[in-house]
C-alpha cells in the first residue's frame, strides 16, 4: 500500500509564493518520475512539473520561470515552490508518483488527494 500526501496549499495575493509538498510512503521499492498536476473548476486536468528519477524536469509553458520541482530521494518528497503566483493558477493541485513497491514487480502511477491553491487579492 502506498499513500500520497500533499500540503503547502491555501490562499495567496497574487505575485506571492507558495510551496508545496509530497511525501510518499509504503511499501516503496523504489520511485521512478514525482510530479504535479492541477485542475482548475470546470477545466481537465493538466501537467505542471514532473521531475524524473536523475532529475531531469519538465514544465509547462504556463508555469516555466515561476515554479520549481524538486525532489528528495531519501524522504521520498516532492516539492513545487510556486513564485509570481496568478489568479490563474487557482486550482486543487495533485501529486502523482510513479512507483514501484515491494509486492509487485512492476510501477504504477499513484496519486495524493489534492490540495487547493487559490491566488486572489
Known amino acids: 500500500q502506498v499513500q500520497l500526501v500533499e500540503s503547502g496549499g491555501g490562499l495567496v495575493q497574487p505575485g506571492g509564493s507558495l510551496r508545496l509538498s509530497c511525501a510518499a510512503s509504503?511499501?516503496?521499492?523504489?520511485?521512478?518520475?514525482m510530479g504535479w498536476y492541477r485542475q482548475a473548476p470546470g477545466k481537465q486536468r493538466e501537467l505542471v512539473a514532473t521531475?524524473?528519477?536523475?532529475?531531469?524536469?519538465n514544465y509547462a509553458d504556463s508555469v516555466k520561470g515561476r515554479f520549481t520541482i524538486s525532489r528528495d530521494n531519501d524522504k521520498n518528497t516532492v516539492y513545487l515552490q510556486m513564485n509570481s503566483l496568478k489568479p490563474e493558477d487557482t486550482a486543487l493541485y495533485y501529486c502523482?508518483?510513479?512507483?514501484?513497491?515491494?509486492?509487485?514487480?512492476?510501477?504504477?502511477?499513484?496519486w495524493g488527494q489534492g490540495t487547493q491553491v487559490t491566488v486572489s487579492s
Open positions: 502523482n508518483a510513479d512507483i514501484r513497491t515491494f509486492v509487485l514487480s512492476w510501477s504504477r502511477e499513484y
Open positions: 509504503g511499501s516503496i521499492f523504489s520511485i521512478n518520475a
Open positions: 521531475i524524473f528519477s536523475l532529475s531531469r524536469t
